[in-house]
């Protein structure tokens, strides 16, 4: 299995280096790709399309920023995804999944060698690639593109992916075209010019992509650089393709205001791209409007551009960057930047890593009242990181956090009440607390709730209310929570009749001995 692993995660791992880690979300495109790559793999690539219809390939792109961050573990992830697709492969086959996706999008996990494996492919792909497009070839032109845009086996240099996609869009290349069109759109590796988008949207438009249809009837309705707008012509590429417009489009009036350079209306632009919101979803157009937005010194641009290039979300990851602009966005009053610049310190990224610095930047937030930094502080104060420990004020700053909703300080603090941590002992105050977090998705306080109802701990025991919650937190890959729950359902208790075949199932579907339990 092993061996089966390692080369999956290593052509897995090449897909990603060439088309970015947001390609394992779409089905289609990743199965395609690494059949072209590693048509031997036909058996693993029916594993992945079965695997990727369950949408973990979103869940690992939702998890990527806390797992990359360290405040969550790759392998709780992947027994969530385990869980998800345990009843539709074999154990072997969703381990191979699970494992290369995890890989695949830079996640540190064991695959048996697979490294040097995609270490040594990844060159011999780019001097494919660059002999490929050399040669005239308009796909390694446009994948040539992609590596230099998102610095995959590359150095990132946007004005190089330009450059690449212009030869292969001049050769007519649809996906080149259309590239092409957003950077000159964007100001990404070249100045913004309007109407060359406007030309590069049209011909990737009279080739059918429908979205660089509705950008170029867009780019007339709004206008901008070296293009006046031009309604009549806009209405006319509307009915030629087949497109609805509205004149009264909020989006549309929000484009306008970002063309003609409101940094406000180019974040809120941004934000519709990035949520999907009125627009179909698109992280690079996202990005783009949260880098103008940046570029006049916007905070909340500068705090998303930043996020964006913390995860890799959009564009390629430059932590660097990320750090400077958190750096600049708190200097002007951003306390979620202010807070992510801590961890930054903290974490090492980016910047040398200084937990000392990170605390006093995590108490600063605090004290100004932003309840991430409220926790983190509490978190510093908690463990003694960069700071002398102090369990008193840890459970103050918990309190304050929690006050305002933050679902981690609520279990926290949750915590510090039932083992009577730096505050009085309080078993109600606990269940309270564990409640609240657990309803906004927190695992370890879904599991606290668990032990709560079997032990009869600030409630009375019920057998069938801790199952239900430790289910909860088994499906979100909590191990120890699939344990209790194979417990629960073999030993029965209070509400709770033992059965053994739901006991063994639940245990086969998490990987737990049952004989152990």
């Not at 806390?66 to 009843?87: D, H, M, W, Y």
């Not at 996990?109 to 001097?127: P, Q, Y």
């Not at 974490?347 to 009242?369: D, H, I, M, T, Y």
């Not at 105050?429 to 309803?439: G, I, N, P, R, T």
């Amino acid at each position: 299995m092993k061996q089966d692993i390692s080369a999956a995660a290593s052509a897995a791992k090449q897909v990603t280096d060439m088309f970015g880690k947001e390609i394992i979300a779409d089905r289609k495109r990743f199965c395609a790709a690494l059949s072209d790559l590693a048509p031997k793999l036909s058996k693993e690539n029916k594993a992945f399309y079965v695997a990727l219809s369950e949408d973990i390939g979103k869940l690992y792109l939702r998890e990527d920023s806390a797992v990359s961050s360290g405040t969550k573990q790759p392998e709780n992830v992947i027994n969530a995804a385990l869980a998800s697709i345990g009843e539709y492969l074999n154990e072997e086959k969703a381990a191979m999944v699970a494992y290369s996706l995890a890989y695949a999008i830079g996640w540190n996990v064991d695959i048996s060698g697979g490294n040097s494996a995609a270490e040594a492919s990844s060159g011999s792909v780019i001097e494919d690639l660059f002999r490929r497009a050399e040669n005239g070839d308009n796909d390694a032109c446009f994948n040539l593109g992609e590596c230099f845009y998102y610095g995959r086996g590359v150095k990132q240099d946007y004005k190089r992916a330009v450059e690449w996609y212009t030869r292969s869009a001049e050769r007519g290349d649809c996906s080149s075209q259309k590239k092409l069109a957003a950077c000159w759109h964007s100001g990404i590796g070249t100045e913004p010019d309007l109407g060359k988008a406007a030309h590069w949207y049209r011909e990737a438009a009279e080739q059918g992509d429908f979205e660089s249809q509705k950008s170029l009837v867009m780019c007339f309705r709004i206008g901008g650089k070296n293009l006046e707008a031009n309604p009549e012509r806009a209405a006319r590429y509307a009915e030629r393709y087949g497109i609805e417009t509205s004149e009264d489009s909020t989006l549309e009036k929000l484009l306008r205001d970002a063309e003609s350079g409101s940094p406000a209306a180019q974040f809120a632009v941004g934000n519709a791209f990035y949520n999907g919101t009125g627009t179909p979803a698109d992280r690079e157009k996202a990005v783009m409007w949260y880098k103008r937005a940046s570029d006049q010194n916007y905070p909340p641009g500068m705090f998303n551009y930043a996020c964006c290039l913390s995860t890799g979300t959009g564009i390629a990851a430059d932590p660097e960057k990320a750090a400077e602009l958190y750096k600049r966005a708190s200097s002007a009053g951003d306390l979620d930047s202010l807070n992510n610049l801590a961890l930054c310190y903290f974490n090492g990224s980016g910047v040398p890593q200084n937990k000392r610095f990170a605390a006093e930047l995590w108490k600063k937030a605090a004290k100004n009242g932003h309840p991430r930094g409220q926790y983190n502080f509490a978190e510093c104060k908690f463990n003694g990181w960069g700071v002398e420990r102090n369990f008193t004020e840890a459970a103050m700053w918990y309190r304050k956090a929690a006050a305002q909703s933050d679902p981690d300080a609520q279990y926290s603090l949750g915590w510090c009440s039932e083992h009577g941590q730096g505050i009085t002992k309080d078993s109600s105050v606990a269940k309270q607390m564990y409640e609240l977090s657990a309803q906004q998705g927190n695992t370890h306080a879904q599991k606290a709730l668990g032990y709560m109802y079997m032990n009869g701990s600030g409630t009375e025991k019920n057998c069938q209310k801790a199952s239900d919650w430790f289910s909860k937190a088994a499906v979100r890959g909590d191990s120890e929570a699939a344990v209790m729950l194979v417990r629960c359902h073999k030993y029965g208790g209070q509400y709770l009749i033992p059965s053994e075949p739901i006991a063994r199932g639940i245990a086969q579907k998490y990987g737990v001995d049952y004989d152990n339990v």
